[in-house]
């Protein structure tokens, strides 16, 4: 039986961070054990190689920030990339207020569409009010009773006697429409990608619809089988999104979703098990941290992507370039005391605690910085006057309080750039940083 691809993505992981040193041909071996372990995941050649291809330039091209092994800025790089394999970040459903959207769900027989349809009215009841079903599959008349069955009396359901989707579909749009229901969904027959007559039918349901969203259900257990089927559809109706089921074990589920991305479909949401709450949003880092077994390495790949920050953070103050919007940066780095802390501890007689800001005071001046305008954050010498008071109105703060702000902030920024700042440039040169 094949190992999990989680699981053998976490040994690959393991190993290398289990190196004394990442040289040149620990890097070659950590890829090989990357590419073995998505292949043997049903993740596509093509793919594989491009995702191993950027992980291994950029670990061996790549500067780890001070703090950071290679070893850990090797796993971060590989974290960043499976997410971007898998979409980068979260699709936004493009849901409208005060208007009914009209979402028609469509997919192959035996998808899981019809049980999906019943968890997307559940998901869609909690978060958007009036919603309702319309059940049109007339070739699988148990759909109906699959629904009523799933949902109960938690959503309407609407049918009619008649064996014409496109009239079922007609008169329960305009029905819900009149009634002002926030989402309607739209359950039709299952189609065959390959069968002609049956996605001429599904085009003319799209035209009696009329949807805002059309979303396909893939069947995850198909792996890279996703990306032609994606395709099919999207060759036929405009396909807005993509529903992936039976992840809850499914080998495949790697292949599947990647393959999806790669047809140029976004995922909305993935099925993990048979109940109605076993229906998710996708989230690509949220998907990889559950495949790696948790948060612990996507927490490391946080932690080093902060340390790039702060590194950009200590470059523009040892250039003399500190504005508003860097010292709202460094009044984060207060509240969470990370790497920049550490960093500037490094220099002798410069560190975040050597300008002694008031701690209650964080809020109130990162609130203040927001209501100013993007000039005035890049050129504070312009805030006087009405600058102020309109700045305190729209932070909620005193006129005092904008004052103290900017009198703190031209402390900081001199402090920053005095003696210390040449520890500072001679440091970020023997790091290989220009200053």
Same mark, same amino acid.
């Given at each position: 039986m094949p190992i999990p691809l989680g699981q053998s993505l976490k040994r690959a992981i393991d190993r290398v961070r289990g190196k004394?040193? !990442?040289?040149?041909?620990? $890097?070659?071996?950590?890829?090989?054990?990357?590419q073995r372990a998505l292949i043997e =995941? /049903? $993740?596509n050649v093509k793919l594989v190689l491009q995702l191993t291809r950027k992980v291994k330039d950029r670990a061996l091209k790549e500067t780890p920030p001070p703090g950071v092994s290679r070893k850990d800025l090797a796993v971060k790089i590989l974290i960043d990339e499976l997410i971007q394999l898998l979409g980068g970040k979260r699709a936004e459903l493009p849901i409208q207020g005060r208007k009914t959207n009209v979402i028609m769900? $469509?997919?192959? &027989?035996g998808s899981g569409k019809t049980t999906t349809v019943a968890k997307l009215a559940h998901w869609f009841s909690k978060r958007y009010g009036k919603v309702a079903v319309i059940s049109s599959d007339v070739i699988r008349p148990a759909a109906h009773e699959q629904l009523k069955q799933l949902i109960g009396d938690e959503v309407p359901i609407f049918r009619i006697d008649s064996s014409d989707p496109v009239e079922i579909i007609r008169e329960g749009v305009s029905k819900f429409r009149k009634e002002k229901y926030n989402v309607v969904l739209v359950d039709t027959a299952g189609r065959? #990608?390959? &069968?002609?007559? !049956?996605?001429? &039918? !599904?085009?003319?349901y799209v035209r009696a619809a009329n949807p805002d969203l $059309? %979303? %396909?259900?893939?069947?995850g257990t198909i792996g890279q089988a996703a990306f032609s089927q994606a395709k099919s559809f999207a060759e036929r109706v405009k396909v807005g999104g993509v529903i992936v089921t039976k992840l809850d074990g499914a080998a495949k589920g790697g292949g599947a979703l990647s393959a999806v991305v790669a047809a140029g479909a976004p995922i909305y949401f993935i099925g993990t098990g048979e109940s109605l709450e076993d229906l998710e949003r996708f989230d690509p880092e949220r998907f990889v941290s559950r495949l790696l077994g948790g948060g612990d390495l996507i927490e490391l790949a946080k932690r080093v992507e902060e340390a790039f920050s702060d590194l950009e953070l200590?470059?523009?103050?040892? #250039? =003399? #370039?500190?504005? %508003?919007? /860097?010292?709202r940066e460094y009044l984060e780095e207060l509240n969470k005391a990370g790497p920049l802390d550490k960093l500037l501890g490094m220099i002798p007689g410069l560190s975040l605690k050597s300008y002694d800001l008031p701690k209650e005071n964080i809020s109130k001046w990162i609130a203040i910085i927001n209501s100013m305008t993007p000039e005035e954050r890049r050129n504070p010498s312009i805030i006087r006057g009405s600058r102020i008071e309109r700045i305190a109105r729209g932070s909620g703060t005193r006129s005092k309080d904008v004052r103290v702000l900017l009198k703190s902030y031209q402390k900081t920024k001199r402090l920053m750039e005095s003696s210390s700042t040449k #520890?500072?440039?001679?440091? %970020?040169?023997r790091m290989? !940083?220009?200053v």
């Open positions: 004394p040193t !990442l040289d040149e041909r620990a $890097v070659h071996e950590f890829i090989r054990d990357v =995941g /049903d $993740v769900v $469509v997919g192959i &027989e065959h #990608k390959d &069968e002609e007559g !049956l996605m001429r &039918e !599904l085009e003319e $059309v %979303l %396909l259900v893939i069947d200590v470059e523009k103050i040892s #250039k =003399g #370039k500190f504005d %508003l919007n /860097d010292f #520890k500072m440039q001679r440091m %970020l040169r290989g !940083l220009s």
